[in-house]
């Protein structure tokens, strides 16, 4: 290199040569789409290839039309469009996960038979909303480029469209482009206070501003990212505060650290400069004034080069980001140890202060030689928020309704469900996709209701409106399989006297819950499907088959069920002390003690254990709530309900996916944003359940203050400061050993984690159960308070792990029946459940 400087020319062309190196920068993703065009449209040096003809793009359109207009327009681009009449979506297939840009053309083409300036729209990837409630309508301008950079970490990208209020969609283009992963960071520095910011890399960009200062225009030809680079005069705030400095851009020398991806060199090639303003005092900063939404932060990115210098250390000055000092005494030469040598730093800032602006300034140093200032380019990039949004309040999960993904043409249902502090509406869109794929007749939004024993209707179940053929209700042939004994009609008559509403013990969504004694003295719950209920017919199977499969002394049995008369009734075991929930509040029945406490919890626990690990095929309950948690005369603890169980992932999946089921407040997080369904989000719930028997308060009570709503946020800061003592039950207060009560704080707590891979299993949860109830029992003189491993005190002993609960067999064979009968049908039954999808 320093051979090289010493002769001119030879520098020239090794520049020239590598420069050409890093402008074949190919993205290994690139898709350009002239979205309901009939022909390739060449724009920026670039083809654009019709939505319908593109090989690798899939295109899911409820109902779509194309508008096109033969006025000029100032890109061809802007010639066509897509006009969707209902949700939308493109898919691309992804090839190299990592930062995308992905740019979206939107023009109102007038007179296109469609009022497209009126169209009301939002627009969504998998985890990102980009758009919202956008309308040319209220919007300065007939053109609009958007361009976000999206982080691909799956191997396809989903582009959905959404009408709102009856409206249209439309889309004129669209780029998917893959970006080098070192061109945007995971790290910038925060102003205000300044403190390193990480975390980039899992959040969407949306550039708002990109400049060329001083320079001219840049468009995709002028850029290997394909990148739009503006002039920056209109945003000075003093037009006479610069003036422009521009030199042949084959002199600029990029480290090793930037390359012509971070910026071309016709970027650094040209700067803003102090310019004579007219001002008495030679001191004053340059500033430009941008507009910007306050209730987001940005990506800064500023470029340098010194590219007017003479010698090295002249120009010293400062940078200023709103009036935070962003870096103060700039010499660039110090950094780069050379003129005419690009730099960039990147920062994170709010807008200013109480204002819709973010301003950045350069001003000379006082300790600088001269009198002078410069900069060279600038990005500004809306970082998308805590909803996954670049444009408002709202989630992906809120914007698009549920799907029952039926089938294509099905109508969408908005299931929105509005809570205290939650708007829920949920789909699975993309999923939808990968269902469509994978089965042309994809039963996955297959419509079935929970059947609590005691009837709870907190609990809520995505209905579809397809509505279940009758007709198969009554082909569903139970005799062959082994399910318990079946009963008559009378019999179950006799037991429940007629349905004497005295005996009733609750009403859920399928039917009524009775109490009954049979002949011989037992009692037995008897529930009984509303025989109106459409889908109750495949619940009702689906609970029995998983209940005659599974048996456990934590689980609620079933003793039998009758199918007469079109009767769908299930007789269980009957549990004297009814569910968890009437002994922690609400109720008259006396307080329950920690042991008792720790007790039941330790029981539900087992049973879910033995969901999770105890059958061939993981069973994930689905709707762990203190409701579905039974008590026996002895207050022996038994999960109940499994209307909504699904068998859990098999070998070759990682999640289960479907549509969101389950009770607010108990909904898994990750589960409710990605519809994936894993063990991990029943030990969500149950962490729920720790903390509602430690507190005895309802997982959700809009009734209190916002903060406390929701008892999984609630305790969870208590939980943090280490002062759940201070929100538990009054009734325990001083009664509980603190380690005992640390324990189990920390094991909700972590039950309660964010992400379902950072939660124990169910067999750890257990365990530690267990160990805070060897805490409580043991004399706290010999704990250890500071302890908070994982690990066991020697000298205490702890009940072995029971897996599988041995002392009952796990298939009910004592009716003697024909095994091979017994073993087809048990795999006909798991191969439906194993593939949810399938049924
Ligand atoms: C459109 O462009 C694609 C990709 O460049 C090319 O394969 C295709 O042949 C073109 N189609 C027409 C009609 O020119
Ligand atoms: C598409 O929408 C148009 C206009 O609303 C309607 O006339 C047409 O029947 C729809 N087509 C389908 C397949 O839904
Ligand atoms: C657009 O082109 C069509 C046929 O190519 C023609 O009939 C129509 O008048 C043109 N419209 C305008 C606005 O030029
Ligand atoms: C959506 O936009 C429409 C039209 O601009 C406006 O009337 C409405 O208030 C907006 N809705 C929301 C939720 O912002
Ligand atoms: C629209 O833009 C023009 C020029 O850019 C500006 O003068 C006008 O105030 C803007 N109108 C609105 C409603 O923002
Ligand atoms: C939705 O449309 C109705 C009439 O079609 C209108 O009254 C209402 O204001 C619209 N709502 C929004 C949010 O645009
Ligand atoms: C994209 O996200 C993944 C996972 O969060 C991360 O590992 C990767 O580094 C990110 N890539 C880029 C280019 O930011
Ligand atoms: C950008 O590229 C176009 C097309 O190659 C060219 O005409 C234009 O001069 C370039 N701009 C600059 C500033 O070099
Ligand atoms: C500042 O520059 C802009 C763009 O060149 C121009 O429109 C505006 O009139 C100028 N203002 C002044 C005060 O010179
Ligand atoms: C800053 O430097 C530029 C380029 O050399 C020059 O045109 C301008 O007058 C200088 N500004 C001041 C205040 O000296
Ligand atoms: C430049 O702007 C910063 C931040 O607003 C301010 O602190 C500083 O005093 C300004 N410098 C001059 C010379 O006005
Ligand atoms: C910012 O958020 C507040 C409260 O959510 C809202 O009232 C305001 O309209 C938002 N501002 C913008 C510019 O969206």
Redesign the pocket.
Known sequence: MKEMKLVPLVLIVFLFVRHGTFALFTPVDNYLIACGSSKNVTFQDRIFVPDSEHSSLVLKIDNSSIASSNSSVPSPIYQSARVFLGISSYKFGIEQK??HWLRLYFYAIPKSGQNLKSALMSVVTDDFVLLNNFTFNNYNGSYMSKEYAI?V?SNTLTLTFIPLNNSIAFINAIEVVSIP?EV?P?QALALNPTAPFSGL??LALETVYRLNMGGPLLTAQNDTLGRTWENDVKYLHVNSSAVNVSVNPAIIKYPISVTPETAPNLVYASAEMMGNANVPVVNFNITWVFTVDRNFTYFVRVHFCDIVSMSLNTLVFNLFINDDTALPSLDLSSITNDLSVPYYKDFVSNSSVDSDTLTVSVGPDTVAETTNATINGLEIMKISNKFRSLDGPLSVESLLPSSPSKNINVGIIVGSIVGAVVVMVVIGLCYCFLVARKSKTPQQGHPWLPLPLYGNSQTMTKMSTTSQKSGTASCISLASSNLGRLFMFQEILDATNKFDESLLLGVGGFGRVYKGTLEDGTNVAVKRGNSRSEQGIAEFRTEIEMLSKLRHRHLVSLIGYCDERSEMILVYEYMANGPLRSHLYGTDLPSLSWKQRLEICIGAARGLHYLHTGAAQSIIHRDVKTTNILLDENFVAKVADFGLSKTGPSLDQTHVSTAVKGSFGYLDPEYFRRQQLTEKSDVYSFGVVLMEVLCTRPALNPVLPREQVNIAEWAMTWQKKGMLDQVMDSNLVGKVNPASLKKFGETAEKCLAEHGVDRPSMGDVLWNLEYALQLEETSSALMEPEDNSTNHIPGIPLTPLEPFDNSVSMIDGGNGTDEDGEDAATSAVFSQLVNPRGR
């Open positions: 990592g930062r982080n970490t992963d945007l995971d890399s899992e």
